[in-house]
């Protein structure tokens, strides 16, 4: 990276835009904290040398300008009276400068920036720009840096604190800016890809040239069908084929047929999780699986729906730009679910490599764990509080295994009017494309999402880098729902990954459609008809509206200044035909767009890792123990994240991610009330343990079901009325071992689904998450994330985990076995092997419902779910998130006889067996409470104290542990905190 | 006493005008939201109303800085019709961004006849974003609908919520003018280091009015607390009827409808 920022420096020197330019510095240090923040920033790289920075903020604005139309555009708009220092260049003319070395940072031509485009707007619309000028802006940072600097230094922190190498071009000390659009590609109509003469090397050849992930068989099926209608495709086509075959949209591996270690399985997704579904066969499941998210009823006139993604190649390549353009697509998820849901809260989760990894570990061509991180945290922070939507719920997980591959999930809830539920197309209904302009961002995100990394990812695929503008989406947002309740379009669907050609592909599929491309309306001219087609630029939406009302449907979009254009119509010919200037550049049947994909046998097999069960070896320092555990980066404190997500906006907050005395401990799940005339909530929990993957995929995949279930559980969700997604992220599955793993977490599913009663309603699956160094091909830990949402009866009953008042009774409730296999306590203590905790899937879902209906009663306190960490972790946490102590007595904790080799109390304190909970009870509620829990497994273990300890007493009657809550607090935020 | 009719401004990027829109309601007001470009079209709208609310959100993504686009297009647009409304004894409320937009606008008389504005709410502390509640006091000053002495649980949600002023002439007149309406403050006691003032503001001002009272600007969300069951540690509360934010927009429909006035 430094290497390229070196060259374009020496390239770019002697060039001075030809645009006037406005720089603006604040005058006082105190009003720049992002040039404060920079020295610290660059310590952290080990470059001490940077004693002061100063962040400037720079315009370049049109050259036919005078003096006076800039001087007033900066007072007027720019420039901050009371903060700024301005200073202004005419166009070509060398910028005046501070003092210290500068480093220029601008976004490469043709890459999506959201606050040029916001004044452009403004510039028309305050008329602060004359008439004839052609009003084009682009921005840049100018940052003047002080101390003692060497050049390599200087390029190392520009290439990993300043600037972003894929998206941002970096001028050290020197010129080099960009003025003007990116340059137009070569014009063209029709154009056809011999494939009929091809050979198979010929074939795979046009697919890697073409960046299509077409494979062999799929390409040879794509060569007989034109070969049958005697012509060859067009590029249209054949790019249209590749996106809607890809594996991100088609979902090949989990559609197609596996050979289990000789065990034929027809559609795995089709006999397994969705198999659950039809079989639980809710009367609450509203829509499953076909739609852009699963619908369930809610109240009244109203249901919910919900919706998970992943984003894992673009934020690996991004973070910044790929978390935020994927909390942005799940939000478009779910305003093009049935007639359009409004959304009510977002979720995310993300799996990186470890905080505190070595530099030189990092392999080639991968960022820092840590700047991986906060760059997904301020993606998701910048697109979903522009949206107006809180991000109410999540998890991070650390993990050797993510360095190369780190894992980005974007959910949204939406609430929506049960008359919305259901889409349809009428042929003759005009298709409208709503939303931002269309450019060169994102092509081939379809495919490329469905390719391993390599070393050179960042060089080959920055054309599918996206860059997110959530006032887009927010305007689309308005108008939409404005429109829905209106009643003047049929249907509905974002455009996502594949673009136009995707969303019109989708909503045609059964009748047909015709496109002018050339209508689209594009960011800048001249891009190919392809480009246009299959263009991932962000915030579009296509609907289909009945001709009667499109001008009325326009308008509404107008008056929420949204760019609304019919590009074409639904027909009924079964054909999907696309137009450029007149000329057909693509005809093809429907039916083989979407049925055409072969069906190739992919082999399927499963070994255990061979590992020895360690057991549990008596530990020697209990206190010193659960506090490493509790500051260990998967349990210790989030709270830097929660803090820089809006999660109070629409103001419908009942339970937040953080609770207790200080807000600053870790609940269970998130409890909104989504409708102000009923006291129903929802809760929206997770639950994920790639460590247990590892180990075992298929009692991972009960285990973290039966996590989001007694998450829901813990805060007030019904499980009788509670809907879950799957997430899968997966290594490549052409290999038996990565597949066998699949198939046995997808069993799983099914079985903990029928066991619960609790149906998945949605998923989807991101494979062939691999990184290739040389020859080596690494895969991540197999990564199911359950998403939960749970309808809570009535909020005023919802439940925090903090401890509430001293002498009330403290129970375990569930059975605790030897199972540490992937525990906190195994990582901690340098320990690998042992068996990954399952739940009883014969006893657990009793449990559940009999805990709900003493939560429901009104008989719970507070209540923790047992994972991580096990009962020591979650007594820690109750305990200093209630600022009281609490007595613990192992000899009361219900358990299964322990095999040898696990010491009891060690079992007991650190075992992450599933379906436990810690729970508060009112002395004055004791009876009511254990008529509850009548005949399940339940002991009262101790009682809150009046005083700041929690005392752990082994099960011989001695003190293990006296733990201070502000030891406690503070090994809570002892890891990486931002 | 008649019920006060309420508009509640939104526009591209406001993201509060539900909740907004509720807690006026539920304070007792007739509630209209609508966009600010049907306002600017049809600017005697404003003679029919008691109140105008600029919704909270992110206007035009704050992408030049927060509120500055909207504020640019107020000035513009909509100054001279708010200026009479204000005059005539309307009132004006901004929360969060439109805080932001109100600062921008002039209607706090910090904008002099050159166009000079001497406040700014710019960059927290902290430099980022900050969701969490707070403390607020209420100041003796100008604003009718805010008592002295009361203090609110309130949560704030914001990056540019800072406020600063030009040099310390502008404190010290916005002081003599009963124009600090709200400050943050520690619970415990003592001066409010972060996190109980969550951007590091001059004087810990939280709130702003303007000489007449009739505008007020505050950075904090009581829209957001409206509920019993908003309050981070509700769960350990006794019974508790409505969120202590209710009382603050019941009070400035009250002072509308004319049973608060002096």
């Not at chain 1, 005419?90 to 004044?119: N, S, Y």
């Not at chain 1, 594996?247 to 397994?272: P, Q, Y």
């Not at chain 1, 008989?859 to 047992?866: E, F, G, I, N, T």
């Amino acid at each position: 990276m430094g290497s390229s920022a070196a060259t374009s420096s020496a390239t770019a020197a002697a060039t001075l835009p030809d645009a006037w330019r406005v720089e603006l510095f604040r005058k006082s240090a105190a009003d720049d904290p992002d040039g404060a923040h920079l020295p610290a920033a660059a310590r952290e790289l080990g470059i001490t040398g940077l004693e002061r920075a100063r962040l400037g903020r720079g315009f370049l604005l049109p050259p036919a300008l005078s003096a006076e139309d800039v001087a007033r555009i900066t007072r007027e708009l720019l420039a901050d009276p009371v903060l700024d220092d301005v200073r202004t260049t005419p166009p070509e003319q060398e910028p005046h400068v501070g003092a210290g070395a500068r480093v220029l940072v601008a976004r490469k031509p043709g890459v999506m920036d959201p606050v040029a485009l916001t004044i452009e707007r403004a510039l028309r619309k305050a008329e602060l720009v004359p008439a004839g000028v052609d009003v084009f802006v682009s921005t840049f940072h100018a940052w003047e840096l002080e101390g003692a600097l060497g050049g390599a230094e200087l390029a190392e922190l520009a290439s990993r604190v300043l600037a972003n190498d894929t998206i941002e071009s970096v001028t050290l000390g020197g010129e080099g800016l960009h003025y003007g659009r990116p340059a137009p590609a070569k014009l063209h109509g029709r154009v056809e890809v011999p494939l009929l003469a091809a050979d198979d090397a010929t074939l795979l050849d046009i697919s890697q040239r073409g960046a299509l992930s077409l494979n062999l068989v799929e390409m040879k099926a794509i060569q007989a069908h034109y070969a049958a209608q005697g012509r060859e495709p067009s590029a249209c086509e054949l790019e249209t084929l590749a996106q809607t075959w890809s594996e991100h949209c088609k979902h090949k591996t989990f559609a197609g047929i596996v050979d289990m270690d000789g065990r034929r399985i027809d559609n795995l997704l089709k006999s397994t999780i969705k198999r659950a579904t039809d079989e639980l066969d809710r009367d609450w499941c509203v829509s499953v699986f076909h739609d852009n998210a699963g619908i369930i009823r809610f109240d009244g006139d109203w249901d919910v729906c919900f919706k998970v993604e992943t984003h894992n190649h673009p934020s690996a390549i991004d973070p910044y730009g790929g978390a935020g353009t994927g909390i942005g697509g799940v939000i478009r998820d779910i305003l093009g679910v049935g007639l359009g849901a409004k959304p009510i809260a977002n979720t995310d989760a993300f799996f990186v490599g470890p905080s505190d990894l070595a530099s030189e570990a990092l392999p080639k061509g991968c960022m820092h764990p840590r700047r991986i991180l906060r760059g997904v945290v301020a993606g998701v922070r910048d697109y979903g509080n522009r949206m107006g939507i809180p991000t109410v719920s999540g998890g991070v997980w650390f993990e050797e295994g993510y360095v190369a591959n780190p894992l980005v999930y974007a959910g949204t809830v939406g609430l929506m009017p049960r008359w919305a539920a259901h889409k349809e197309v009428h042929p003759g209904d005009a298709i409208l494309v709503v939303g931002g302009r269309t450019g060169r961002d994102g092509i081939h995100g379809a495919t490329f999402s469905s390719a391993e990394l390599h070393e050179e990812s960042e060089m080959v695929s920055s054309a599918a880098v996206q860059i997110g503008d959530p006032i887009t989406e927010k305007r689309v947002l308005d108008g939409l729902l404005r429109a829905r309740d209106l009643r003047l379009y049929r249907a509905v669907t974002d455009c996502g990954a594949g673009g136009l050609s995707s969303a019109v592909g989708e909503m045609g599929e059964t009748c047909g459609a015709e496109v002018d491309l050339e209508l689209v309306p594009l960011k800048y001219p001249g891009l190919t008809p392809e480009e246009i087609w299959i263009s991932e630029a962000q915030e579009r939406m296509v609907l289909a509206v009945p001709p009667e009302h499109l001008e009325a449907c326009m308008a509404v979009f107008a008056a929420e200044e949204v760019e609304a254009t019919c590009i074409g119509r639904f027909t009924d010919s079964g054909r999907l035909v696309l137009r450029y200037a007149g000329e057909v550049v693509g005809d093809m049947e429907m039916a083989f767009l979407h049925d055409g994909t072969p069906r190739p046998v992919r082999r399927a097999s499963w070994t255990a890792p061979d590992l020895a069960d360690p057991g549990a070896p008596r530990c020697d320092d209990v206190a010193r123990t659960v506090l490493a555990l509790v500051g260990t980066p998967n349990v210790a404190s989030k709270e830097w994240i929660v803090r820089q997500y809006d999660h109070e906006v629409q103001g419908m907050s009942v339970l937040k991610a953080n609770v207790g005395v200080k807000s600053d401990a870790p609940g269970d799940g998130a409890v909104l009330r989504p409708l102000e005339d009923s006291l129903k909530g929802v809760a929206i929990t997770c639950g994920a343990n790639p460590r247990y993957g590892l180990l075992h995929p298929g009692r991972m995949a009960l285990a973290v079901i039966d996590e989001a279930l007694r998450n829901a559980v813990a805060v007030g969700g019904d499980p009788d009325h509670t809907a879950i997604l799957d997430n899968f992220s997966w290594g490549n599955c052409d290999k038996p071992d990565r597949l066998g793993a699949l198939v046995l977490a997808a069993e799983a599913c099914r079985d903990a689904a029928l066991a619960y009663g609790t149906p998945f309603i949605s998923g989807k699956d991101s494979l062939n998450n691999e990184y290739r160094v040389g020859d080596r091909s690494i895969a991540i830990p197999p990564t199911l994330l359950i998403s939960a949402l749970s309808i809570v009866p009535d909020v005023r009953r919802a439940v925090s985990m903090d401890a509430k008042r001293a002498g009330d009774l403290v129970y375990v409730v569930g059975l605790t076995r030897a199972e540490l296999g992937g525990s906190e306590h195994h990582r901690v203590r340098g320990l690998a092997g042992g068996v990954v905790p399952a739940p009883d899937l014969a006893a657990a879902p009793a449990l559940l419902r009999a805990l709900h209906r003493a939560i429901a009663g009104g008989y719970v306190q507070a209540c923790h779910d047992l994972s991580e960490g096990g009962l020591a972790v979650a007594a820690a946490e109750m305990a200093f998130a209630g600022g009281l102590g609490l007595d613990v007595d192992l000899a009361r904790v219900p358990a299964t006889p322990f095999p040898s080799g696990y010491d009891a109390d060690t079992t007991a304190l650190f075992s992450e067996s599933c379906t436990r909970f810690l729970v508060e009870v009112a002395p004055e509620h004791q009876a009511e409470f254990e008529a509850r829990l009548d005949g399940l497994p339940l002991g009262l273990v101790g009682r809150v104290r009046a005083d700041k300890v929690l005392e752990l007493r082994g099960a011989g009657g001695d003190v293990l542990a006296r733990l201070d809550l502000g030891d406690l607090r503070a090994a809570h935020l002892s890891s990486f905190q931002g | 006493m008649t019920t006060p009719r309420a508009l509640v401004l939104r526009a591209a990027g406001t993201n509060c005008e539900a909740e907004t829109a509720r807690a006026l309601r539920l304070g007792g007001a007739e509630v209209e939201v609508l966009h600010h470009n049907r306002l600017v079209a049809e600017p005697q709208r404003l003679d029919e109303l008691e109140i105008v609310v600029f919704a909270g959100g992110f206007s035009y993504g704050d992408d030049v800085g927060a509120g500055r686009v909207w504020g640019l297009d107020l000035r513009h647009r909509l100054a001279a019709a708010l200026r009479a409304y204000v005059d005539r004894g309307g009132l004006a409320l901004g929360v969060c961004n439109g805080f932001q937009v109100l600062v921008d606008s002039g209607l706090f008389g910090s904008v002099d006849a050159q166009g000079r504005r001497d406040i700014a709410l710019t960059n927290n502390a902290s430099n980022h974003y900050e969701c969490r509640w707070v403390e607020l006091e209420a100041q003796p000053c100008a604003c009718p609908w805010i008592v002295a002495g009361e203090r609110m649980p309130v949560p704030v949600a914001h990056a540019e919520g800072r406020f600063v002023v030009k040099d310390a002439a502008t404190l010290a007149r916005l002081k003599a003018n009963g124009q600090i309406a709200l400050v943050y403050v520690d619970p415990a006691g003592g001066e409010p280091a972060y996190p109980a003032d969550p951007n590091g503001s001059v004087a810990h001002i939280a709130g702003l009015c303007d000489p007449t009272g009739r505008v007020l600007g505050l950075m904090p969300h009581p829209e957001r607390n409206l509920d019993p069951w908003n309050h981070p540690r509700w769960t350990r509360l006794g019974a508790r009827t409505e969120g202590e934010g209710l009382a603050f927009y019941r009070r400035m429909v009250a002072t509308a409808a004319g049973s608060l006035v002096p």
